[in-house]
């Protein structure tokens, strides 16, 4: 691999890491601290989605992330493989 195909490959990565952290950081402060009280107006089942978001939806999201994140990296190597 190129020097150029490194710090494309790293660049992209870096890009896909950086919008999952956002995403990630997003749901897990602002829906589970920030937002809580206007989320808690919203019932999912008898549970209010703030408490929630705060107790599974986070997590939910985040084990989401990590599939999302593996597809995404297999998709990226296999690009970035075939510029060898």
Do not use: H
């Not at 809580?36 to 008898?46: A, D, F, R, S």
């Not at 985040?62 to 593996?70: D, G």
Request: contains cysteine; proline residues 2%; glycine residues 6%.
């Amino acid at each position: 691999m190129t020097n150029d195909n490194r710090r494309a490959y790293w660049r992209a990565n870096t890009r896909l890491i950086r919008i999952l952290l956002i995403i990630w950081a997003i749901v897990s402060l602002g829906c589970s601290i920030l937002l809580v009280q206007p989320l808690n107006t919203i019932i999912l089942g008898k549970i209010p989605l703030g408490f929630w978001m705060a107790q599974q939806g986070s997590i939910f999201v985040f084990v989401i992330l990590i599939f999302v994140y593996a597809i995404q990296m297999d998709k990226l190597d296999r690009k970035f493989k075939g510029r060898e």
